[in-house]
C-alpha cells in the first residue's frame, strides 16, 4: 500500500506550488532575456533574412526553455516535499510465484544478480 504523500495536506501543497510558480516566473524572465540577446545577436551578424526566421528562432528558444524548465521544476517540486519519498517501490510483492527474497540475510554479491 502506498504511504500518505506530504502533498495531500493542503498547506503542504499550496506551499509547494508557490514555490513552483515563483521558479517559473524567474525562468519566465531568464527566457525572455535570453530570447532578447539571441535575436539582438542574430540581428547584427545577418543580412537581409525573412522576419519568419526571427519569429521562429524566438519560438523555438522560448518554447524549449520553458519546457525544460517546467519539467525540472516538476522534478525539484516531487522531490523537495517528500512526494517521492512516498511511492512504494516494491515489486517483488507483484510476483506471486516467487518468493520475495530475506534482505536480512542477503550478502552484498546476492544483490547483484539478479
Avoid: C
Wanted: hydrophobic share 45%; no cysteine; net charge neutral.
Amino acid at each position: 500500500m502506498a504511504n500518505p504523500s506530504p502533498l495531500d495536506n493542503p498547506e503542504n501543497a499550496a506551499f509547494a506550488w508557490a514555490r513552483y510558480r515563483r521558479l517559473m516566473r524567474l525562468m519566465m524572465g531568464i527566457t525572455l532575456g535570453t530570447v532578447i540577446i539571441a535575436m539582438a545577436v542574430i540581428y547584427n551578424q545577418t543580412e537581409n533574412v525573412s522576419p519568419h526566421f526571427f519569429i521562429a528562432t524566438a519560438l523555438g528558444i522560448g518554447f524549449s526553455m520553458l519546457l525544460m524548465s517546467a519539467l525540472m521544476g516538476l522534478v525539484f517540486l516531487s522531490s523537495g516535499t517528500g512526494h517521492d519519498a512516498s511511492v512504494d517501490n516494491d515489486l517483488d510483492s507483484l510476483d506471486l510465484s516467487k518468493k520475495p527474497a530475506d534482505r536480512r540475510t542477503m550478502g552484498w554479491k546476492d544483490g547483484a544478480e539478479r
